[in-house]
Nanobody, 121 residues
Framework: QVQLVESGGGLVQYGGSLRLSCAAS????????MGWFRQAPGKEREFVVS????????YYADSVKGRFTISRDNAKNTVYLQMNSLKPEDTAVYYC??????????????WGQGTQVTVSS
């Protein structure tokens, strides 16, 4: 079992930045691919970005390419999501996810509880 705890969400103005963090409970964190998903009101949860277990490879949804950056620190069991140039359409609950599989075909094994990100226009 892996517990994931997100933090860093909040209210930000259009064009602003936020950095989300996700702390994992397990020492085997480095063996998991990690990802971020988001769910806006009335919409389905959607993939945002993923990162390989080593941190050397990443995969982004087109909607966030060039604005968001994922990274991880395996020594701290933490994955980060730096979000820049935020838009109102980025407003959603953001979920951290862990997968035993390939970061390119992300099948979630564990979810965090989510953190709200609200971008005002």
């Amino acid at each position: 079992q892996v517990q994931l705890v997100e933090s860093g969400g909040g209210l930000v103005q259009y064009g602003g930045s936020l950095r989300l963090s996700c702390a994992a409970s397990r020492r085997t964190f480095s063996s998991y691919a990690m990802g971020w998903f988001r769910q806006a009101p009335g919409k389905e949860r959607e993939f945002v970005v993923s990162i390989s277990w080593s941190g050397g490879d990443t995969y982004y949804a087109d909607s966030v390419k060039g604005r968001f950056t994922i990274s991880r620190d395996n020594a701290k069991n933490t994955v980060y999501l730096q979000m820049n140039s935020l838009k109102p359409e980025d407003t959603a609950v953001y979920y951290c996810a862990a997968s035993r599989g390939d970061y390119r075909v992300f099948a979630t094994d564990y979810w965090g509880q989510g953190t709200q990100v609200t971008v005002s226009s």
